[in-house]
């Protein structure tokens, strides 16, 4: 079974540029979360989207965006870029949406000049 | 004081001896609880998980949870060089299903 992928591995931006990430959940997962792991910051949560609805974001700014399609694959769209948004942008799934394990793909590494 | 608290070690075990991995979290609506490992430069791998108090063990692995004392740990018996990684602890919550991640400890097993 194929696990969770992320698209592109690695990207390159300048500041003040948009960058559009995207990931497909492992097969029959419904729910994708979006996590930032930015040097020395941790882990720290994003967007949770479940059946194409937007359903929890965490304490980051309207320029992190985020969809997600019929297909339960999603995009995360950040707009405006700053040079702190540099960080490894992870992608989980989990089947069905409440308290179900989640499983990371392995990431895109976002780097802005 | 952060939701979910790790030691940021290193954590240095010899081989084939027992690691003890500690992790408290502040939110007592906690309601599930996650160990990952992750290899640096790499995403996070899921090595357990456990809902109830007391013990689950999975192989060389043992998950520990005392809901009363806000406090889950992770025990690694006959550690291997290949376990020589950063060890994130993650709690969900109900309400959200974010999961909030520990720091982590970084773990070195040394041959």
């Known amino acids: 079974e194929a696990g969770v992928t992320q698209s592109p591995t690695h990207l390159i931006k300048t500041r003040g540029q948009q960058a559009t990430l995207r990931c497909s959940p492992i097969s029959g997962h419904t729910s994708v979360y979006w996590y930032q792991q930015a040097l020395g910051l941790g882990l720290q949560f994003l967007l949770w989207y479940d059946e194409g609805e937007e359903r929890n974001r965490g304490n980051f700014p309207p320029r992190f965006s985020g969809r997600q399609f019929p297909n339960y694959s999603s995009e995360l769209n950040v707009n405006a870029l700053e040079l702190e948004d540099s960080a490894l942008y992870l992608c989980?799934?989990?089947?069905?949406?409440?308290?179900?394990?989640?499983?990371f793909g392995p990431g895109t590494r976002l780097l802005v000049l | 004081q952060k939701e979910v608290e790790q030691n940021s070690g290193p954590l240095s075990v010899p081989e084939g001896a027992i690691a003890s991995l500690n992790c408290t979290y502040s939110?007592?609506?906690?309601?599930?609880f996650f160990w990952y490992r992750q290899y640096s430069g790499k995403s996070p791998e899921l090595i357990m998980f456990?809902?109830?108090?007391g013990d689950k063990e999975d192989g060389r692995f043992t998950a520990q949870l005392n809901k009363a004392s806000q406090y889950v740990s992770l025990l690694i018996r006959d550690s291997q060089p290949s376990d020589s990684a950063t060890y994130l602890c993650?709690?969900?919550?109900?309400?959200?299903?974010?999961?909030?991640f520990g720091g982590g400890t970084r773990v070195l097993v040394k041959p």
């Open positions: 993650a709690v969900n919550k109900a309400a959200g299903n974010k999961l909030t």
């Open positions: 989980a799934s989990s089947f069905l949406s409440s308290q179900e394990t989640q499983y």
């Open positions: 456990i809902y109830s108090n």
């Open positions: 939110d007592r609506g906690s309601q599930s």
